[in-house]
């Protein structure tokens, strides 16, 4: 439905008459009977077959967003795509790095986007959760999905979320993030209604369950319409490519009315408003009825559905916390009070301590903080570190040590420090506070080993070592280089590191020192398979030559570019050597203008204004 229609991106309300009278007549449809006590039309579900496990989702790219906070790209071997999952990681997940804490999975309404969950960036999930000791999960995407597997791919998407989240996902997180099998689903709309049908489709799956403004019955009378309405408004999707027909078995297989009974031992949560004027509203002419007009009909449909299957746990003697506001519509600020007031009971049900563990800074550290309003709450008392005392507070973490004093550590930087395993690490304890660069683009922060350079581009690089002395060397951000745009990583089959910058990419190894290639020499140099090939490691910086010509020196030959020759090797031997003899590009023969290749007896390249051959080891000059 438009707008906002089952869990969108703010109150942007109706986008024409037209789509407001058309959701109006589908929200009356579902509405009458309901409101008349009639059950929905299916009968009770029957047994959902389990879905096999797939074996071998993997995190192919970790992005440290703060320094608990991060993104993930899980392969999914079941959509075949990468999936972005956000994890909040549990309060004491630096006080306790042995420590397993329980997950709380998410999830977004229709309108879900493919960067950013909405509990992030229209809620407050990030601050709110900050002092609780538990993984928040937040998938991204499933736009239209129902988080459900689709009976087959639609408008581009291969939809397989239930697998995906009940299957996949989990025991990546328990191995590599340290999650536990406790674990709780709760979710907006869309997510709401998925929240109650996974919890009940796959026992023992999740000990709580959360719907806020959740439509809780599919199946009822033109409830399977207005779904294929709202798939078709958010992107052009097609029910029927999701569950089938009206009327099918999968239908009734994700209807959480029709899955009631499967939720019994499941702690569970369920709230919607009226669809009347709430705080969060604005007030329209109409008494009663906001300008969120879209919105106004879906928590009325949300209402109603929703008191349909607070009646079916009833007969079935399942207990739920069930809070029906006295106003308020379909859209997040009513959505992210509901994320507190559920609180609470997700906690007990997960079994957490709901509240704040009483701390307080003290000391260097208490100093810095104080002065330091932007930290805001500490979140965990002081604790050991490599080398010195750390402090969790919200907006960041405090180290210290004797040597080199209290500072911040936040923000992506704080992310780049945690993937660079923190103190611990290679870059050692925080030397200096962050601070903004002279050319307004981005950031820095130094530390015993190295620095951290950020900006929105790159993100958070680590830069130290001989690299950095290079780099440093050449004037840093304001140099050729620019800034570093990835972390250091050791050459494949050669023993030195390579790091990638905005212009070009410095190769080390302890016999050649660090230098930067470039340009069209480094797009030669990668064709002949960088380091690994006869050229080896870089020697030296690329140097200028004449008629607006540049070479570099590496240690099995060089390599020469020129305007009107292009980027051509010359290897270490014969050809080199006599080539050298005549004055290399200074000579009568020029720039090389091709590779080696071989010929009859030996080998040859071809320069400006002539060739070099080579047959038993014996250099020959040939003009043009």
């Known amino acids: 439905m438009a707008g906002v229609a089952f869990g969108s991106r703010g109150p942007r309300g109706w986008r024409n008459g037209r789509v407001a009278r058309r959701a109006a007549l589908l929200v009356t449809a579902v509405v009458i009977p309901l409101a008349s006590g009639l059950s929905p039309i299916s009968a009770p579900a029957n047994a959902q077959p389990t879905v096999a496990p797939v074996a071998g989702p993997t995190v192919h790219k970790v992005v440290w967003l703060t320094d608990r906070r991060v993104a993930l790209w899980v392969d999914s071997p079941s959509m075949a795509t990468p999936v972005q999952v956000q994890l909040l990681l549990a309060r004491d997940w630096n006080t306790h790095p042995d420590a397993r804490f329980p997950a709380l999975f998410m999830l977004d309404g229709l309108r879900a986007t493919d960067d950013e969950s909405g509990w992030t960036h229209e809620a407050g999930a990030v601050d709110f959760f900050a002092d609780k000791n538990v993984t928040v999960v937040l998938p991204v995407g499933g736009q239209a999905s129902f988080y459900?597997?689709?009976?087959?791919?639609?408008?581009?998407?291969?939809?397989?979320?239930?697998?995906?989240?009940?299957?996949?996902?989990?025991?990546?997180?328990?191995?590599?993030?340290?999650?536990?099998?406790?674990?709780?689903?709760?979710?907006?709309?869309?997510?709401?209604?998925?929240?109650?049908?996974?919890?009940?489709?796959?026992?023992?799956?999740?000990?709580?369950?959360?719907?806020?403004?959740?439509?809780?019955?599919?199946?009822?009378?033109?409830?399977?319409?207005?779904?294929?309405?709202?798939?078709?408004?958010?992107?052009?999707?097609?029910?029927?490519?999701?569950?089938?027909?009206?009327?099918?078995?999968?239908?009734?297989?994700?209807?959480?009315?029709?899955?009631?009974?499967?939720?019994?031992g499941v702690s569970l949560y369920i709230?919607?408003?009226?669809?009347?004027?709430?705080?969060?509203?604005?007030?329209?002419?109409?008494?009663?009825?906001?300008?969120?007009?879209?919105?106004?009909?879906?928590?009325?449909?949300?209402?109603?559905?929703?008191?349909?299957?607070?009646?079916?746990?009833?007969?079935?003697?399942?207990?739920?916390?069930?809070?029906?506001?006295?106003?308020?519509?379909?859209?997040?600020?009513?959505?992210?009070?509901?994320?507190?007031?559920?609180?609470?009971?997700?906690?007990?049900?997960?079994?957490?301590?709901?509240?704040?563990?009483?701390?307080?800074?003290?000391?260097?550290?208490?100093?810095?903080?104080?002065?330091?309003?932007?930290?805001?709450?500490?979140?965990?008392g002081e604790y050991q570190v490599a080398g010195g005392t750390a402090q969790d507070f919200k907006g960041g973490r405090v180290f210290y040590s004797p040597s080199e004093g209290a500072h911040p550590v936040a923000g992506m930087i704080g992310g780049g420090y945690q993937a660079a395993l923190g103190p611990g690490g290679p870059l050692g304890l925080p030397t200096g506070?962050?601070?903004?660069?002279?050319?307004?683009?981005?950031?820095?922060?130094?530390?015993?080993?190295?620095?951290?350079?950020?900006?929105?581009?790159?993100?958070?690089?680590?830069?130290?070592?001989?690299?950095l002395d290079e780099w440093g060397r050449q004037g840093f951000e304001t140099g050729p280089a620019g800034y570093p745009v990835a972390p250091e990583a050791r050459t494949p089959?050669?023993?030195?590191?390579?790091?990638?910058?905005?212009?070009?990419?410095?190769?080390y190894s302890a016999r050649t020192g660090?230098?930067?290639?470039?340009?069209?020499?480094?797009?030669?140099?990668?064709?002949?398979?960088?380091?690994?090939?006869?050229?080896?490691?870089?020697?030296?910086e690329e140097t200028p030559s004449k008629d607006f010509g540049r070479y570099s020196k590496f240690e099995g030959g060089n390599i020469y570019w020129s305007p009107l020759s292009g980027a051509w090797p010359v290897r270490s031997g014969p050809i080199m050597d006599m080539w050298s003899v005549l004055g290399y590009e200074n000579g009568r023969l020029g720039y090389p203008t091709s590779d080696e290749f071989?010929?009859?007896?030996?080998?040859?390249?071809?320069?400006?204004?002539?060739?070099?051959?080579?047959?038993d080891g014996k250099p020959e000059v040939h003009g043009i």
Request: proline share 7%.
């Open 148 to 264: 459900s597997d689709w009976l087959q791919p639609d408008n581009g998407r291969n939809y397989k979320w239930e697998t995906f989240l009940t299957k996949e996902l989990p025991p990546l997180l328990e191995s590599q993030w340290r999650t536990s099998d406790i674990r709780g689903i709760e979710g907006i709309s869309m997510g709401g209604t998925a929240a109650m049908f996974l919890a009940g489709r796959n026992p023992n799956f999740a000990k709580y369950a959360g719907s806020y403004s959740g439509v809780l019955t599919t199946t009822t009378l033109g409830m399977p319409q207005a779904i294929q309405f709202a798939l078709r408004d958010a992107g052009g999707f097609d029910s029927a490519a999701m569950w089938g027909p009206p009327g099918g078995p999968e239908w009734e297989g994700h209807d959480p009315y029709a899955l009631a009974d499967k939720l019994k």
């Open 493 to 507: 089959t050669k023993d030195g590191v390579v790091q990638s910058f905005e212009n070009g990419p410095f190769f």
């Open 514 to 540: 660090a230098h930067r290639v470039q340009g069209m020499i480094l797009g030669k140099y990668a064709e002949l398979g960088y380091e690994n090939s006869q050229l080896g490691f870089p020697a030296t």
């Open 598 to 615: 071989g010929i009859p007896g030996g080998y040859q390249q071809n320069f400006q204004t002539g060739y070099i051959t080579v047959r």
């Open 271 to 380: 709230s919607s408003g009226n669809g009347s004027t709430g705080p969060f509203d604005q007030a329209s002419g109409i008494p009663g009825v906001s300008t969120n007009y879209a919105g106004t009909g879906l928590e009325i449909l949300s209402r109603l559905t929703s008191q349909n299957f607070v009646a079916k746990l009833g007969k079935l003697s399942i207990p739920a916390q069930v809070n029906y506001r006295p106003s308020g519509t379909h859209t997040w600020p009513y959505w992210d009070f509901e994320m507190r007031q559920s609180w609470p009971q997700a906690a007990a049900a997960l079994g957490v301590d709901p509240n704040k563990l009483p701390c307080q800074a003290a000391g260097a550290i208490g100093a810095l903080a104080g002065s330091s309003g932007w930290l805001g709450d500490c979140l965990t």
């Open 433 to 467: 506070d962050e601070r903004g660069l002279p050319d307004g683009r981005g950031r820095m922060q130094t530390f015993q080993n190295g620095m951290l350079y950020w900006t929105p581009r790159t993100g958070a690089q680590v830069v130290r070592g001989a690299i």
